[in-house]
């Protein structure tokens, strides 16, 4: 009888180990962002002369030899759009969510007052030409499976390095399932960075609780603190990246500790070790 606790305990630990173990990547997908400073929604300019998310922020920071991080979502026809935030007010000035919009009117609307619109992912690509390693992070929404879908389809046009990342687990899982072979990632920060969502969903992204379904390859982290969690998924061997480093931030420390950077506003090297 004196040894149950022991093994409600080590019972315990093994399930909290299996919900939140990574997959461990390949050589061949970690490859291409190993050590690599990864240029935040392209190489955009604090002043917005260069906005985020734009084709001559996406060109700058390839001709800088960068990396680029960029978010895509749905537009009301269902094209897979490159835009971060829900609804269209700070970027764009205009009232209404981006997916109530087809992409004609999306590409028309100006980005921080400039002459640059909303680009589709299909003409990032195009653009690019393979040209730079993509972390494509997909927006968590009402039809993440056809956002899934249309993304993996335009994705695997790309001749260059590219891996796909998430604060949502389902699409991770949607990925792991569908395209194994693509290195995806877990995005996450400390759980009270997550307030405007609620307390369970701090819990779950604070902790990587999703990791049971999504068994990410790397965990983006931001500046929060690490939870526990997150420190035993690093220990298991899930690769690190840091979201978003930028001058203000001590890169030293930070570059020894992660696999690889997102940053904006600076122009560090492409990479380091």
Same mark, same amino acid.
């Given at each position: 009888?004196?040894?149950?606790?022991?093994?409600? @305990?080590?019972?315990?630990?093994?399930?909290?180990?299996?919900?939140? *173990?990574?997959?461990?990547?390949?050589?061949?997908?970690?490859?291409?962002?190993?050590?690599?400073?990864?240029? /935040?929604?392209?190489? /955009?300019?604090?002043?917005?002369?260069?906005?985020?998310?734009?084709?001559?922020?996406?060109?700058?920071?390839?001709?800088?030899?960068?990396?680029?991080?960029?978010?895509?979502?749905?537009? &009301?026809?269902?094209?897979?759009?490159?835009?971060?935030?829900? %609804?269209?007010?700070?970027?764009?000035?205009? &009232?209404?969510?981006?997916?109530?919009?087809?992409?004609?009117?999306?590409?028309?609307?100006?980005?921080?007052?400039?002459?640059?619109?909303?680009?589709?992912?299909?003409?990032?690509? =195009?653009?690019?030409?393979?040209?730079?390693?993509?972390?494509? =992070?997909?927006?968590?929404?009402?039809?993440?499976?056809?956002?899934?879908?249309?993304?993996?389809?335009?994705?695997?046009?790309?001749?260059?390095?590219?891996?796909? =990342?998430?604060?949502?687990?389902?699409?991770?899982?949607?990925?792991?399932?569908? @395209?194994?072979?693509?290195?995806?990632?877990?995005?996450?920060?400390?759980?009270?960075?997550?307030?405007?969502?609620?307390?369970? *969903?701090?819990?779950?992204?604070?902790?990587?609780?999703?990791?049971?379904? @999504?068994?990410?390859?790397?965990? @983006?982290?931001? /500046?929060?603190?690490? %939870?526990? *969690?997150?420190?035993?998924?690093?220990?298991?061997?899930?690769?690190?990246?840091?979201?978003?480093?930028?001058?203000?931030?001590?890169?030293?420390?930070?570059?020894? =500790?992660?696999?690889?950077?997102?940053?904006?506003?600076? %122009?560090?090297?492409?990479?380091?070790?």
């Amino acid at each position: 009888m004196t040894r149950l606790p022991a093994i409600f @305990a080590l019972a315990l630990w093994a399930g909290v180990l299996w919900l939140i *173990a990574p997959e461990k990547s390949t050589e061949k997908q970690r490859t291409p962002f190993w050590k690599l400073n990864i240029a /935040h929604r392209g190489l /955009h300019t604090k002043d917005k002369t260069i906005p985020e998310n734009s084709l001559p922020a996406f060109v700058r920071a390839e001709k800088a030899g960068y990396g680029i991080e960029l978010d895509v979502q749905l537009s &009301k026809d269902g094209t897979v759009m490159v835009f971060h935030d829900d %609804t269209l007010w700070r970027v764009c000035g205009r &009232k209404g969510r981006l997916r109530s919009f087809c992409s004609q009117q999306l590409n028309k609307m100006y980005l921080f007052g400039t002459k640059h619109t909303i680009p589709s992912l299909q003409q990032v690509l =195009e653009q690019l030409e393979g040209k730079a390693p993509l972390v494509v =992070e997909l927006k968590s929404g009402k039809n993440n499976t056809m956002l899934c879908q249309k993304t993996l389809e335009l994705m695997r046009t790309y001749p260059g390095p590219w891996c796909v =990342e998430s604060f949502d687990p389902r699409i991770l899982a949607w990925f792991r399932h569908n @395209a194994p072979d693509v290195l995806r990632g877990q995005l996450a920060d400390s759980p009270d960075s997550f307030r405007q969502w609620g307390p369970a *969903a701090g819990a779950l992204l604070g902790n990587l609780l999703g990791n049971c379904i @999504a068994r990410p390859h790397f965990v @983006a982290w931001g /500046h929060g603190k690490k %939870t526990l *969690a997150v420190k035993l998924c690093e220990k298991m061997g899930a690769m690190k990246l840091r979201w978003t480093v930028r001058p203000e931030d001590c890169r030293e420390p930070l570059e020894g =500790e992660y696999d690889g950077i997102i940053f904006e506003y600076e %122009t560090p090297k492409v990479r380091y070790q």
